[in-house]
């Protein structure tokens, strides 16, 4: 079958810098402080945070997953890219050999940000992925942008 690849464009009402800064710059505590019941901690297992930086994070209680592990690819600060890639964990079968994400954050006209995301499902071999189920996979952390669209709507000086 090949490699799987989805593509979204997911509008925000917080300007990119903003958006940047909380969904990659400060993630790791981010992420778990606003939303507890999604993403429990992020650890840093080695590296500096930059690329090559391997993370591991641990999902709350009562989601599909317990953990994946993480490789950070990219961090670009002037074009407010991000890339990482999963590369084990509980999201993991016999199927995959890995998922590259790409987010790439521009200004839309209001103001606001759009984050135009890339995920690509990679098989390993000549494993058979279902495109549905890759999907709901992305779908599930394509949500994430909007519950922390709305905590920083609702906290606007948060993240400052």
């Known amino acids: 079958m090949g490699v799987v690849t989805l593509e979204k464009e997911i509008t925000v009402a917080i300007p990119p810098a903003k958006t940047f800064k909380v969904f990659v710059l400060e993630s790791d505590t981010a992420i778990p402080s606003i939303l507890p019941q999604a993403v429990k901690t992020v650890e840093i297992i080695e590296g500096n945070g930059g690329p090559g930086t ?7 209680e009562g989601g599909d997953f317990k953990y994946m592990k993480s ?3 990219v961090v ?3 074009t407010l890219t991000q890339c990482y890639s999963v590369i084990g964990g509980d999201p993991w079968s016999d199927l995959l050999e890995k998922i590259s994400y790409e987010n790439k954050i521009v ?3 209001d103001g606001g940000s759009i984050i ?9 071999g000549n494993a058979e992925l279902d495109k549905e189920k890759a999907k709901a996979r992305a779908e599930k952390t394509w949500q994430i ?3 922390v669209e709305a905590y920083l709507l609702a906290n606007p000086d948060a993240y400052n």
């Open 54 to 60: 391997i993370k591991k994070v641990t999902f709350g």
């Open 71 to 73: 490789k950070v690819e």
């Open 76 to 78: 670009d600060k002037d």
């Open 107 to 109: 200004a839309s006209p």
């Open 116 to 124: 135009k995301c890339t995920s690509k499902f990679f098989p390993k």
């Open 145 to 147: 942008f909007k519950a």
